[in-house]
């Protein structure tokens, strides 16, 4: 369960204050507003790219805010991807697992198995900068999936998908 608890948030640009929020495993939430109101950093901060001012969020009973984002056992897919420009699709989409030193075969077969179901195994060479939007995003959501998060946070994260792939993708990501 994420549980979001009197969270305050102040940086230079904006404050949030006094947020609660409480998701039981399963449960899906969608973050509605305007442009420039904080939604990203609000997942940023759970995420932990931002320190909090007051409040708690924990996720099934672990206090999240003192830990580094490495910790937390988060996917987070942005808007705009942020994928490394100067790797292949398959090198971006393995990097987690890279730098933990895992097996190059164990890294190979999961990286395989994320573009198998993203559908983007024709694509695994290339590099971002010729792909499609679309297939951008796909692979952004490859890289967060690739370590099976316990939760996963999505920042716009179907909008350049067609509609055949973003029906598929939602179901999968239900599972």
């Known amino acids: 369960m994420l549980d979001i608890s009197n969270l305050s948030i102040k940086n230079s640009k904006f404050s949030l204050k006094s947020i609660n929020i409480t998701l039981r495993n399963g449960e899906y939430f969608v973050l509605l507003g305007k442009s420039g109101v904080g939604k990203t950093v609000f997942l940023e901060t759970i995420a ?12 099934n009973g672990k206090e999240l805010s003192i830990l580094p984002p490495e910790k937390r056992d ?6 705009n991807y942020e994928l490394f420009p100067y790797m292949k699709v398959w090198e971006n989409i393995g990097f987690a697992l890279k730098i933990r030193n895992l097996p190059k075969k ?3 077969y999961k990286v395989d198995e994320i573009m198998e179901i993203l559908s983007i195994s024709q694509i695994k060479d290339r590099y971002p ?3 499609s939007g679309g297939e951008k995003q796909r692979v952004a959501i490859g890289r967060a999936l690739i370590l099976s998060p316990k939760l996963l946070l999505l920042d716009e994260p179907m909008s350049a998908l ?7 993708l939602k179901w999968m990501l239900k599972d």
């Open 74 to 79: 988060i996917g987070f897919v942005y808007q």
């Open 106 to 108: 164990h890294i190979r």
């Open 162 to 168: 067609d509609y055949s792939t973003k029906d598929r």
């Open 48 to 59: 932990g790219r931002y320190s909090i001012n007051s409040g708690s969020i924990s996720f």
């Open 129 to 131: 900068e010729n792909l």
